[in-house]
Protein backbone atom coordinates (compact mmCIF):
# COMPACT_ATOMS: atom_id res chain seq x y z
CA UNK A 1 0.00 0.00 0.00
CA UNK A 2 2.95 2.73 0.93
CA UNK A 3 4.45 1.69 -3.00
CA UNK A 4 0.85 2.30 -4.39
CA UNK A 5 0.63 5.84 -2.40
CA UNK A 6 4.99 6.78 -3.31
CA UNK A 7 4.49 5.92 -7.38
CA UNK A 8 0.36 8.13 -7.33
CA UNK A 9 1.33 10.88 -9.52
CA UNK A 10 0.27 14.29 -8.75
CA UNK A 11 -2.66 15.15 -11.22
CA UNK A 12 -1.35 16.70 -14.43
CA UNK A 13 -3.46 20.17 -14.29
CA UNK A 14 -2.26 21.02 -10.66
CA UNK A 15 1.66 20.30 -11.73
CA UNK A 16 1.33 22.74 -14.39
CA UNK A 17 -0.43 25.64 -12.61
CA UNK A 18 2.03 25.36 -9.82
CA UNK A 19 4.97 25.25 -12.06
CA UNK A 20 3.15 28.60 -13.45
CA UNK A 21 2.38 30.18 -10.66
CA UNK A 22 6.13 29.53 -9.45
CA UNK A 23 7.39 31.27 -12.41
CA UNK A 24 5.10 34.41 -12.24
CA UNK A 25 5.98 34.47 -8.38
CA UNK A 26 10.30 34.47 -9.92
CA UNK A 27 8.96 37.15 -12.62
CA UNK A 28 6.89 38.87 -10.55
CA UNK A 29 9.03 39.94 -7.23
CA UNK A 30 11.97 40.29 -9.91
CA UNK A 31 10.33 43.01 -11.42
CA UNK A 32 8.61 44.51 -7.90
CA UNK A 33 12.47 45.19 -6.76
CA UNK A 34 13.34 46.45 -9.67
CA UNK A 35 10.26 48.65 -9.66
CA UNK A 36 10.83 49.42 -5.95
CA UNK A 37 14.58 50.35 -7.12
CA UNK A 38 13.76 52.72 -9.51
CA UNK A 39 11.29 54.62 -7.44
CA UNK A 40 13.30 55.20 -4.47
CA UNK A 41 16.99 55.75 -6.58
CA UNK A 42 18.79 54.26 -3.73
CA UNK A 43 21.91 56.13 -2.91
CA UNK A 44 20.42 60.25 -3.38
CA UNK A 45 19.21 60.25 0.36
CA UNK A 46 19.67 57.92 3.26
CA UNK A 47 15.68 57.19 3.11
CA UNK A 48 15.93 55.84 -0.07
CA UNK A 49 18.31 52.98 0.86
CA UNK A 50 15.43 51.93 3.20
CA UNK A 51 12.66 50.73 0.44
CA UNK A 52 15.29 49.31 -2.07
CA UNK A 53 16.99 46.89 0.86
CA UNK A 54 13.84 45.96 2.22
CA UNK A 55 12.46 44.94 -0.44
CA UNK A 56 15.50 43.39 -1.77
CA UNK A 57 15.40 41.25 1.55
CA UNK A 58 11.71 40.30 1.71
CA UNK A 59 10.45 40.56 -1.71
CA UNK A 60 13.60 39.19 -3.96
CA UNK A 61 16.50 37.18 -1.26
CA UNK A 62 13.65 35.69 1.15
CA UNK A 63 11.18 34.46 -1.30
CA UNK A 64 14.01 32.98 -3.70
CA UNK A 65 15.39 31.01 -0.93
CA UNK A 66 11.90 29.48 -0.55
CA UNK A 67 11.34 28.70 -3.91
CA UNK A 68 14.14 27.11 -4.05
CA UNK A 69 12.80 23.80 -2.83
CA UNK A 70 10.15 24.18 -5.22
CA UNK A 71 9.24 21.02 -7.21
CA UNK A 72 7.53 22.90 -9.94
CA UNK A 73 10.00 26.12 -10.68
CA UNK A 74 13.33 25.72 -8.57
CA UNK A 75 15.94 27.84 -10.25
CA UNK A 76 18.38 24.99 -8.76
CA UNK A 77 16.31 22.08 -9.65
CA UNK A 78 19.01 19.97 -9.82
CA UNK A 79 21.31 20.36 -7.20
CA UNK A 80 21.11 17.99 -4.49
CA UNK A 81 18.86 18.84 -1.58
CA UNK A 82 22.03 19.12 0.90
CA UNK A 83 23.48 21.85 -1.50
CA UNK A 84 20.03 23.72 -1.75
CA UNK A 85 19.78 23.74 1.60
CA UNK A 86 22.97 26.02 2.17
CA UNK A 87 22.14 27.85 -0.90
CA UNK A 88 19.11 28.29 1.21
CA UNK A 89 21.08 29.54 3.90
CA UNK A 90 23.28 31.87 1.87
CA UNK A 91 19.84 33.77 0.74
CA UNK A 92 18.26 34.19 3.92
CA UNK A 93 21.69 35.01 5.35
CA UNK A 94 21.68 37.93 2.84
CA UNK A 95 18.13 38.56 3.46
CA UNK A 96 19.01 39.40 7.05
CA UNK A 97 22.20 41.76 6.21
CA UNK A 98 19.94 44.16 3.36
CA UNK A 99 17.02 43.96 5.86
CA UNK A 100 19.01 45.05 9.00
CA UNK A 101 21.10 47.61 6.65
CA UNK A 102 17.41 48.97 5.27
CA UNK A 103 16.53 49.43 9.68
CA UNK A 104 19.77 51.13 10.11
CA UNK A 105 19.27 53.31 7.13
CA UNK A 106 15.59 54.19 7.97
CA UNK A 107 17.18 55.07 11.96
CA UNK A 108 19.61 57.63 10.95
CA UNK A 109 17.52 59.02 8.98
CA UNK A 110 14.99 59.80 11.33
CA UNK A 111 17.72 60.41 13.72
CA UNK A 112 18.64 63.53 11.04
CA UNK A 113 15.32 64.56 11.19
CA UNK A 114 14.89 64.58 14.47
CA UNK A 115 11.59 62.46 14.52
CA UNK A 116 10.67 59.17 16.68
CA UNK A 117 11.36 55.58 15.93
CA UNK A 118 8.72 52.90 15.48
CA UNK A 119 5.76 54.95 15.95
CA UNK A 120 3.78 53.37 13.76
CA UNK A 121 2.62 49.59 12.25
CA UNK A 122 4.79 49.69 9.83
CA UNK A 123 8.04 50.42 11.96
CA UNK A 124 6.54 48.00 15.09
CA UNK A 125 6.14 45.51 12.38
CA UNK A 126 9.41 46.02 10.33
CA UNK A 127 11.60 46.15 13.75
CA UNK A 128 10.07 42.83 14.35
CA UNK A 129 10.32 40.91 11.47
CA UNK A 130 13.70 42.15 11.28
CA UNK A 131 14.46 40.57 14.52
CA UNK A 132 12.69 37.44 13.91
CA UNK A 133 13.96 37.09 10.36
CA UNK A 134 18.05 37.02 12.58
CA UNK A 135 16.78 34.49 14.72
CA UNK A 136 15.63 32.66 12.18
CA UNK A 137 18.44 32.51 9.99
CA UNK A 138 20.90 31.61 13.23
CA UNK A 139 18.35 29.20 14.19
CA UNK A 140 18.96 27.28 10.89
CA UNK A 141 22.42 26.36 11.60
CA UNK A 142 22.17 23.20 12.98
CA UNK A 143 20.18 21.88 10.12
CA UNK A 144 23.37 22.41 8.40
CA UNK A 145 25.55 20.99 11.20
CA UNK A 146 23.37 18.50 12.76
CA UNK A 147 25.95 17.85 15.46
CA UNK A 148 24.89 21.11 17.06
CA UNK A 149 21.71 19.78 17.89
CA UNK A 150 21.79 16.25 19.58
CA UNK A 151 19.06 14.88 20.93
CA UNK A 152 16.77 16.35 18.37
CA UNK A 153 15.97 14.26 14.80
CA UNK A 154 16.63 16.34 11.59
CA UNK A 155 12.99 15.77 10.37
CA UNK A 156 11.75 17.24 13.43
CA UNK A 157 13.89 20.37 13.04
CA UNK A 158 13.07 20.84 9.38
CA UNK A 159 9.11 21.02 10.79
CA UNK A 160 9.78 23.34 12.75
CA UNK A 161 12.28 25.30 10.59
CA UNK A 162 9.40 25.22 7.77
CA UNK A 163 6.34 26.43 10.43
CA UNK A 164 8.85 29.95 11.53
CA UNK A 165 10.22 30.34 8.15
CA UNK A 166 6.44 30.39 7.02
CA UNK A 167 5.30 33.15 9.85
CA UNK A 168 8.42 34.89 9.34
CA UNK A 169 8.17 35.09 5.60
CA UNK A 170 4.10 35.96 6.42
CA UNK A 171 5.65 39.07 8.96
CA UNK A 172 7.87 39.93 5.71
CA UNK A 173 5.14 40.84 3.17
CA UNK A 174 2.87 42.23 6.53
CA UNK A 175 6.23 44.83 6.45
CA UNK A 176 5.79 45.31 2.46
CA UNK A 177 2.33 46.13 2.27
CA UNK A 178 2.07 48.12 5.17
CA UNK A 179 5.09 50.10 3.67
CA UNK A 180 3.11 50.54 0.20
CA UNK A 181 0.28 52.53 2.34
CA UNK A 182 3.26 54.62 3.54
CA UNK A 183 3.15 58.36 3.01
CA UNK A 184 6.37 58.48 0.57
CA UNK A 185 4.86 55.29 -1.57
CA UNK A 186 1.20 56.75 -1.92
CA UNK A 187 2.36 60.24 -2.82
CA UNK A 188 5.10 58.72 -5.18
CA UNK A 189 2.19 55.71 -6.77
CA UNK A 190 -1.59 55.62 -7.09
CA UNK A 191 -4.49 53.96 -9.03
CA UNK A 192 -4.02 51.08 -10.44
CA UNK A 193 -0.04 50.92 -10.27
CA UNK A 194 -0.72 51.38 -6.21
CA UNK A 195 -3.06 48.03 -6.12
CA UNK A 196 -1.06 45.67 -8.71
CA UNK A 197 2.02 47.04 -6.09
CA UNK A 198 -0.12 45.64 -3.25
CA UNK A 199 -1.05 41.90 -4.93
CA UNK A 200 2.96 41.55 -5.07
CA UNK A 201 3.34 40.67 -1.52
CA UNK A 202 -0.14 39.54 -1.18
CA UNK A 203 0.24 37.11 -4.16
CA UNK A 204 3.51 35.57 -3.33
CA UNK A 205 2.86 34.96 0.72
CA UNK A 206 -0.59 32.76 -0.44
CA UNK A 207 2.17 31.03 -3.32
CA UNK A 208 4.39 30.39 -1.11
CA UNK A 209 2.43 29.48 1.99
CA UNK A 210 0.52 26.89 -0.86
CA UNK A 211 4.38 25.52 -1.68
CA UNK A 212 5.10 24.81 2.68
CA UNK A 213 1.80 23.46 3.69
CA UNK A 214 1.86 20.84 0.38
CA UNK A 215 4.96 19.36 0.91
CA UNK A 216 4.32 18.33 4.20
CA UNK A 217 0.89 17.58 3.77
CA UNK A 218 2.32 15.18 1.07
CA UNK A 219 4.90 13.97 3.30
CA UNK A 220 2.15 12.77 6.28
CA UNK A 221 0.31 11.23 2.99
CA UNK A 222 3.48 9.20 2.43
CA UNK A 223 3.96 8.11 6.09
CA UNK A 224 0.59 6.62 6.62
Given at each position: ?14 GF ?60 KR ?128 II ?16
Amino acid sequence: MVNEKESEPEPRFYGFTRTISTILTHLVFSGFTVFIALLSRPGTSWFSWHPFLMTLAFGFFMTEAILLFSPHGSLVKRLPHKTKGRVHWVLQCLCACCAGLGLAAISYNKHLSGKAHFTSWHGLLGLLTVCVVGVQSLAAVPLIYHSLAKGWSLAKLKRYHAASGLITYTLGSGSLLLGLCSAWFTASVSGSTWYLSALCPALGALIIMNQVSSAYIAKKRLQS
